[in-house]
């Protein structure tokens, strides 16, 4: 079966607006090197976009990250760098939550083998979406590119490594690619 890669949220808002932090830009090119040789091996890339309106603030998340953000038809909803131009051709999933309800239901359909996820933040949309993807499709293996997410909190990203681990999501180290 054909291989699924998801790009979570790699969106300007998250690498260099709103909620932008050191480090995120750093993986632009390496997540575009993982698009590209997905798509070179016929596989499957789909892309999430964490999606909020005017009222965000008024919402439950937005009352607990009281930080307006992924407005669509702002700059910072838009993919980040060359990911809007590689996103062309492929799903492109808008969410607007931690995790994609219909990026579950396109899962459950479709029978993919093997998933990675790689994007922002880990702890929160990366995880909350490894976690759809694993209940979606219980016997594929779900992978993690540890040198492909991060999260404003260092140690809130180890934890969340840790996390994904104890539930049975494959996390690759940076010791294990040789990055």
Known sequence: MTKLLIVVDYQKDFVDGALGFPGAERLHEPICAKIEE???????????KDTHHTEYLST??????????????????????????????????E????????????????????IELVGLVSNICVL??????????????????ASLTDSYDKDLNAKTLDVLEGLQVRVIRTDETGA
Do not use: W
Not at 61 to 85: A, D, F, K, S
């Open 38 to 48: 997905y798509k070179r091996n016929q596989d499957v890339v789909v892309f999430t």
């Open 60 to 93: 439950r998340e937005g009352r607990h990250l009281p930080v307006v953000h992924c407005v669509r038809g702002t700059m910072g909803h838009e993919l980040y760098g060359r990911l809007e131009e590689l996103s062309r051709g492929c799903m492109v999933f």
């Open 95 to 114: 969410k607007y939550t931690f995790g994609s309800d219909i990026l579950f239901d396109y899962l459950r359909s479709s029978g993919f083998s093997e």
């Open 128 to 145: 909350s979406n490894a976690i759809l993807a694993q209940t979606a499709l219980p016997e594929a293996m779900i992978t993690v590119n």
